[in-house]
């Protein structure tokens, strides 16, 4: 069982920037295929970004503004959003792939408004 713990989120306005973090609770962690979704009211859960060792993908919506990545050292993965836009406003979850098993953090609510 892996224990995911989703952080770093708040409100910011619109142009502003925030770092989410996620942190894994346990090790061989550069061998999980990471990745942050986001869900808004009333809107299905979508995939923001991945993050792999062959490198990283990006929904085209945030494509240039976020950045995701990974401290393996410390099992946690970063989602840097900048020039955030009222759009951004969501519950943003960390998942892991281990295997064929799937995780999600509890959520961390990001809200873009001025």
């Known amino acids: 069982q892996v224990q995911l713990v989703d952080s770093g989120g708040g409100l910011a306005q619109p142009g502003g920037s925030l770092r989410l973090s996620c942190a894994a609770s346990?090790?061989?962690?550069?061998?999980?295929?990471m990745a942050w979704y986001r869900q808004a009211p009333g809107k299905q859960r979508e995939l923001v970004a991945t993050?792999?060792?062959?490198?990283?993908n990006y929904a085209d919506s945030v494509k240039g503004r976020f950045t995701i990545s990974r401290d393996n050292a410390k099992n946690t993965v970063y989602l840097q959003m900048n020039r955030l836009k009222p759009e951004d406003t969501a519950v943003y979850y960390c998942?892991?792939?281990?295997?064929?098993?799937?995780?999600w953090g509890q959520g961390t609510q990001v809200t873009v408004s001025s």
């Open positions: 998942h892991a792939r281990v295997g064929t098993n799937d995780y």
């Open positions: 346990k090790s061989r962690f550069s061998l999980y295929l």
């Open positions: 993050i792999t060792e062959d490198g990283a």
